[in-house]
């Protein structure tokens, strides 16, 4: 499986990005995706997921509220809306995916993933 991420810009704090994960390849129900972040001298960080049984969803403190994960089957894409981003959003994002369902207690941590894709930038301006 090949994870595209996509969707990072430049923004203003305030305002929203949406970024999409496009995986190609065999993905089955269950397979959980998540989201990662890592900013300029500090550690990948977990941001959100989805457990693909379900549609489940988990996310970081940080994020709660302001952040939605939410996937169409069709499209095999996952996607991270984010509203009222602020300047400390600012990382690169990675998305990341496993085969086989994992516990919940798991989806946070970066080891639970198998692929991941390329990153791709979020700048918050303040």
């Known amino acids: 499986v090949q994870l595209q991420a996509s969707g990072g810009g430049l923004v203003q704090a305030g305002e929203s990005l949406r970024l999409s994960c496009a995986a190609s390849?065999?993905?089955?129900?269950?397979?959980?995706v998540g989201w990662f972040r890592q900013a300029p001298g500090k550690e990948r960080e977990f941001v959100a997921a989805?457990?693909?049984?379900?549609?489940?969803?988990y996310y970081a403190n940080s994020v709660k509220g302001r952040f939605t994960i939410s996937r169409d089957k069709a499209k095999n894409t996952v996607y991270l809306e984010m509203n009222s981003l602020k300047p400390e959003d600012t990382a690169v994002y990675y998305c990341?995916?496993?085969?086989?369902?994992?516990?919940?207690?798991?989806?946070?941590?970066?080891?639970?993933?198998?692929?991941w894709g390329q990153g791709t930038q979020v700048t918050v301006s303040s």
């Open positions: 989805i457990d693909t049984w379900n549609d489940g969803t």
């Open positions: 390849g065999r993905t089955s129900r269950g397979d959980p």
């Open positions: 990341a995916g496993r085969n086989g369902r994992i516990v919940i207690s798991a989806l946070n941590r970066a080891g639970t993933y198998n692929y």
